[in-house]
């Protein structure tokens, strides 16, 4: 790049009206998936579940769900602010390390998880 070249800069009233769009979509989500929970959970109590394995791995899936849309929003957040193209690769790159970590830690748990809800189907197998 020669010196009297400037490297492409997105404008500021373009990276503000991202932002902006990634906070209402932010916001929408969590509203929607507040909902989802709230619906789930009276499911759950009506069904009797609350209280089982799969009660536990619903409200999990919710709570893991949550976490990644929240890293996700984060990591759009950052984008809209950032300069240039390494920048935008190095967040994309940690986000990827980040999330790769998390769902290997959810899916230790979703299979502890899976196995408390096979014993609870045995309990009620039993009782049948």
Same mark, same amino acid.
């Given at each position: 790049?020669?010196?009297?070249?400037?490297?492409?800069?997105?404008?500021?009233?373009?990276?503000?009206?991202?932002? #902006?769009?990634?906070?209402?979509?932010?916001?929408?989500?969590? !509203?929607?998936?507040? *909902?989802?929970?709230?619906?789930?959970? !009276?499911?759950?109590?009506?069904?009797?579940?609350?209280? !089982?394995?799969?009660?536990?791995?619903?409200?999990?899936?919710?709570?893991?769900?949550?976490?990644?849309?929240?890293? !996700?929003?984060?990591?759009?957040?950052?984008?809209?602010?950032?300069?240039?193209? #390494?920048?935008?690769?190095?967040?994309?790159?940690?986000?990827?390390?980040?999330?790769?970590?998390?769902?290997?830690?959810?899916?230790?748990?979703?299979?502890?998880?899976?196995? *408390?809800?096979?014993?609870?189907?045995? #309990?009620?197998?039993?009782?049948?």
């Amino acid at each position: 790049m020669s010196s009297t070249q400037k490297p492409f800069e997105i404008p500021a009233e373009m990276r503000d009206f991202a932002e #902006k769009g990634v906070q209402t979509v932010r916001t929408a989500f969590g !509203t929607f998936l507040g *909902s989802a929970r709230k619906l789930a959970e !009276t499911v759950q109590t009506s069904t009797n579940t609350s209280q !089982t394995g799969m009660g536990a791995a619903v409200a999990r899936g919710f709570d893991y769900t949550e976490q990644h849309a929240t890293a !996700t929003f984060d990591l759009a957040e950052k984008l809209v602010r950032t300069r240039d193209v #390494k920048e935008a690769l190095e967040l994309q790159g940690e986000y990827m390390r980040n999330q790769m970590s998390a769902l290997q830690s959810q899916a230790k748990e979703f299979a502890t998880l899976s196995e *408390s809800i096979k014993a609870d189907l045995n #309990k009620a197998q039993d009782k049948a």
